[in-house]
Nanobody, 128 residues
Framework: QLQLVESGGGLVQTGGSLRLSCAAS????????IGWFRQAPGREREAFSC????????KFADSVKGRSSISRVNTKNTVDLRLDNLTPKNTVLYSC?????????????????????WGQGTPVTVSS
């Protein structure tokens, strides 16, 4: 059973950068597509970054495009996310999720329903 644990959250200043890590235990993350989600208080959880299982192609929501990167680190069995130029609007709970994609279509997945495994999330507060 895949278990995911996020780390790297905490307090960040406006204009700063965030580096989050999604770590797996039990199985190798290399075979899974990974999504990073954000959830503000009282709002639905929404995806903003996806990493394909095959080929490691990534895709980002317009809100973070150009200031975010995602990478798979197989030696650590993690998927790491970097987000730059933070504002107080980035004060949310960040979660990672994983699923095993159809190997023929290997799609990006920005829908919560695509994912089978979820971490508990790590909160980030951006101070103004």
């Amino acid at each position: 059973q895949l278990q995911l644990v996020e780390s790297g959250g905490g307090l960040v200043q406006t204009g700063g950068s965030l580096r989050l890590s999604c770590a797996a235990s039990g199985v190798m993350l290399a075979n899974y597509a990974i999504g990073w989600f954000r959830q503000a208080p009282g709002r639905e959880r929404e995806a903003f970054s996806c990493l394909k299982a095959i080929g490691d192609n990534s895709k980002f929501a317009d809100s973070v495009k150009g200031r975010s990167s995602i990478s798979r680190v197989n030696t650590k069995n993690t998927v790491d996310l970097r987000l730059d130029n933070l504002t107080p609007k980035n004060t949310v709970l960040y979660s990672c999720a994983a699923y095993t994609p159809d190997r023929l279509t290997n799609p990006f997945a920005f829908l919560k329903s695509a994912y089978d495994y979820w971490g508990q999330g790590t909160p980030v507060t951006v101070s103004s």
